[in-house]
């Protein structure tokens, strides 16, 4: 059997993949502690919405319908006007319908954007994305049908107290070359929990628009939903910007169901690609967001159960990382949003892909950092001092996990000092 180049690529080992198989195994061993993974909390209040809402919603036949049928390729219309409608409403965007397609899942939104922005134009030159400010979500990384598709900018990094640290995008040293079709950042960032100020993103929207190309802002964790996010910030769209959003840290992965808000230009091909691909999305998560919108409850539940169970969640998981690691040990970024950790061991001396060999002998999955650099040039020790950890397992589950994460880096430290 022989693969196309398209075959080749993608059937070779990738982070992400890696990753879906970690989560996939460990959430169906009952000893392992997942801390690598980026599957929600089962919070218990939502946990029971969405099942009195599936109840209610069977009851009255819309959720038979959304199985029974196909959408349009740019997703359910009930959605699309009731997404319009509440970011118009909450946020003064001049949105309609036709600025917002759904796809299945933001993966597949990335895919889609990444290629139609960038890769191989019809002259033959390569277009190219840029990441502003690596570390980036390891899910970017083999997305493009191009081989050299992505390129990312080393970060400048602020010292804070309590062993806390922050990226910034360093603009001084930022390059918009004539061969980048996108700019793509997370807000917050998956792996860190860093959101980028306000004047940071305005900085990165007035040089893609000065270069002519799109601003994309993974909001996948951001405002107004989920709402997983603690530090001052205010969303920001305009037609050059490319927002995606999602269902799945609501607490509903399993809808598959991607948001991407754009110019009616670019919702126009998104529908079309997934036309092509996949016929339409699937239309259970839009049923149950619009039937959320509906009933007011979207923003709500974001704001007042979300929200607040995230944020006493990574205090608690923060205060025991410290009874373990100091912050000689460990330095922690600070936390932002979204639903991880972001742990910089400085003076491992062995690098964190050993260390995560090491963990998941004993049952704790968490992800090495340098899968969370895609497309930075040059060798940087900083890739392999990190480490993402998930805070969303039960508390107990939490600190075993960091208990043995102690011990690893200890026995490193030891096994240098007797060597």
């Known amino acids: 059997m022989t693969y196309s180049l398209f075959g080749k690529k993608f059937t070779a080992h990738s982070g992400i993949s890696q990753l879906m198989d970690d989560m996939n195994d460990g959430l169906r061993s009952p000893d392992a502690i997942m801390l690598g993974g980026g599957n929600p909390a089962a919070i218990p209040a939502m ?15 819309s959720l038979c319908e959304a199985l029974c049928n196909y959408d349009g390729p ?33 993966q597949s939104a990335f895919f889609y954007l990444f290629n139609l922005f960038a890769g191989r134009s019809g002259d033959g030159a390569l277009k190219r994305v840029l990441f502003p400010l ?24 602020a010292h804070l107290p309590d062993g806390q640290f922050k990226y910034h995008v360093d603009f001084d040293r930022l390059k918009v ?16 929990g860093n959101v980028i100020t306000d004047l940071e993103l305005k900085r990165l929207d007035d040089l ?12 996948a964790y951001g405002l107004p939903f989920p709402g997983i996010i603690f530090s001052p910030a205010a969303p920001l769209w305009n037609p050059n910007i490319i927002l995606c959003m999602s269902l799945s840290k609501l607490g509903l992965p399993g809808a598959r169901c991607g948001i991407v808000i754009a110019s009616e230009a670019t919702i126009a091909a998104v529908g079309n690609m997934n036309g092509i691909i996949s016929l339409a999305p699937g239309g259970i998560g839009p049923a149950l967001a619009a039937e959320m919108i509906g009933r007011g409850d979207l923003m709500r539940l974001s704001n007042t159960v979300i929200r ?44 964190t892909e050993a260390l995560y060999q090491r963990l998941k002998q004993r049952g704790v999955l968490m992800v090495p950092g340098h899968y969370f650099f895609p497309g930075l040039e040059g060798d940087w020790p900083h890739t392999q001092q990190c480490m993402r950890m998930n805070y969303v397992p039960d508390a107990d589950k939490i600190e075993r996990g960091i208990a043995i994460l102690a011990e690893e880096v200890e026995r490193a430290h030891r096994e240098t000092v007797r060597g």
């Open 47 to 61: 946990d029971r919405y969405f099942q009195a809402l599936c109840q209610s919603m069977l009851d009255d036949g």
């Open 74 to 106: 740019q997703g359910k219309n009930a959605l699309l006007n009731a997404l319009a409608g509440l970011l118009s409403q909450e946020l003064g965007w001049p949105l309609t319908a036709k600025n917002i397609a759904l796809t299945n899942g933001s």
């Open 134 to 157: 690596a570390p980036e979500y390891l899910g970017y990384a083999d997305a493009g049908l191009e081989d050299d598709m992505f390129v990312s900018a080393k970060p400048t990094i």
């Open 177 to 192: 070359s004539d061969d980048i079709g996108l700019i793509c950042v997370s807000r917050p960032t998956n792996p860190t």
């Open 208 to 219: 893609a628009r000065q270069h002519r190309v799109p601003l994309l802002i993974d909001n």
């Open 308 to 351: 607040p169970f995230y944020q006493q969640r990574v205090e608690q998981t923060i205060a025991t990382l410290r009874r373990y690691l100091s912050p000689e040990r460990c330095l922690i970024h600070k936390p932002e949003g979204a639903i991880f950790l972001w742990l910089w061991f400085q003076n491992l001396p062995i690098t």
